[in-house]
Structure formats: C-alpha cells, structure tokens
C-alpha cells in the first residue's frame, strides 16, 4: 500500500476591516394581503366606508349603495316578469 502524501495547509493572518451594518437599496414595497372589490350589481355608491391603506375586518361594510336605484330596478316590469318566472320554475320543479 502506497503512503499517502501529507496534504499542504495554508495559513492567513486575520486582517482587522470596518464593517458597515446598513446597505441603500432602490426597491418596491407593497401588501402581503389584498383583496380584488367587483360590483355585482349596478348601482351607486353612497359613502365609501374605508380609505385606501386602512385595514379591514372580515364582515366590515366596505361600502353602502344606493337604495333608491336598486328599488328602481326591481320595480321595473322587465325585473318582475323574471322574478314570477323564476318563481314559477320553482313550483314546478318542487312539485317533479
């Protein structure tokens, strides 16, 4: 068996440098949580209930909506006629 040659180590004398702890960097920051609002229905707004970068809470109004315009569309005849349709399917496909 052949005698393994006797690995060379180097040595450095330690060198004594000034450390800057801060670092300036350009960069982006934004929310961890979002949220996307979509309207589901077509009606004004009334008072916005939150300003941008407040946190919210589940169940929170976020927003009130017009009254007066949903009543409007609900009372028109084109909105009626559908709701006695709907109302009709309804019976009938309880009573199959």
Known sequence: MLAQPVPTVSVSVPQKLTF???TTVTGTLSASDQVQIV???SATLQPVNFRDGDIVHAGQALFTLDSAAL???LNSDSDQAALVNSQRETDRDQAL
Do not use: C, I, L
């Open 20 to 22: 800057d702890p801060s």
């Open 71 to 73: 009543q409007a569309q």
């Open 39 to 41: 309207a589901r229905v």
